[in-house]
T-cell receptor, first 110, second 115 residues
Framework: DTGVSQNPRHKITKRGQNVTFRCDPISEHNRLYWYRQTLGQGPEFLTYFQNEAQLEKSRLLSDRFSAERPKGSFSTLEIQRTEQGDSAMYLC????????FGPGTRLTVL | GESVGLHLPTLSVQEGDNSIINCAYSNSASDYFIWYKQESGKGPQFIIDIRSNMDKRQGQRVTVLLNKTVKHLSLQIAATQPGDSAVYFCAESTWLIQGAQKLVFGQGTRLTINP
């Protein structure tokens, strides 16, 4: 499968714990995006990387959130001190013009 | 501010009928729009896009119409099939640095195909 992959697919954690998600984009894509989707809503933009540089961050990305793309390939999204309001689907997308989305990581914070 | 929304949260149609899903946007400066399909447990899947210099664009069984005067776009699906059952989102593109795009999504319309 040469599409965007994300791991884990599901994560259940207790409030206050840290979690990290991984995204592997389509290999030749230098643009990578993270979005968050809550139940019944459309995805909301979080952040954008071009190669290893994080060039745009949404105000939704509080200081508990950090994203990296150290070698311009895979990316990680870490949430520290999780809160129940962080429960959502976290989607990664890569592409040039068109954005190809991965299957997402569903986070549940108890 | 930016806002993209859909008129109806749910739509049910008979298999074989045509479907029309509507979307309103608020940013008159937007110049690129995309329709996505999202099935349960999956990420959004690109269906069709349209730029603001066009009024209509056709794909395989799908047509997108753009009315810039009233800031409205629609997705028409011809001869719907059971596999068309999904949530459909319109998205408005906002340009970021170096040509990248931030997508602003609406709330979505759940399309159900009845046998």
């Amino acid at each position: 499968d040469t599409g965007v992959s994300q791991n884990p697919r599901h994560k259940i954690t207790k409030r206050g714990q840290n979690v990290t998600f991984r995204c592997d984009p389509i290999s030749e894509h230098n643009r990578l995006y993270w979005y968050r989707q809550t139940l019944g809503q459309g995805p909301e933009f979080l952040t954008y990387f071009q190669n290893e540089a994080q060039l745009e961050k949404s105000r939704l990305l509080s200081d508990r959130f950090s994203a990296e793309r150290p070698k311009g390939s895979f990316s990680t999204l870490e949430i520290q001190r999780t809160e129940q309001g962080d429960s959502a689907m976290y989607l990664c997308a890569s592409g040039y013009d068109e954005q190809f989305f991965g299957p997402g990581t569903r986070l549940t914070v108890l | 501010g930016e806002s993209v929304g859909l008129h109806l949260p749910t739509l049910s149609v008979q298999e074989g009928d045509n479907s029309i899903i509507n979307c309103a946007y608020s940013n008159s400066a937007s110049d690129y729009f995309i329709w996505y399909k999202q099935e349960s447990g999956k990420g959004p899947q690109f269906i069709i896009d349209i730029r603001s210099n066009m009024d209509k664009r056709q794909g395989q069984r799908v047509t997108v119409l753009l009315n810039k005067t009233v800031k409205h776009l629609s997705l028409q699906i011809a001869a719907t099939q059971p596999g068309d059952s999904a949530v459909y989102f319109c998205a408005e593109s906002t340009w970021l640095i170096q040509g990248a795009q931030k997508l602003v999504f609406g709330q979505g319309t759940r399309l159900t195909i009845n046998p």
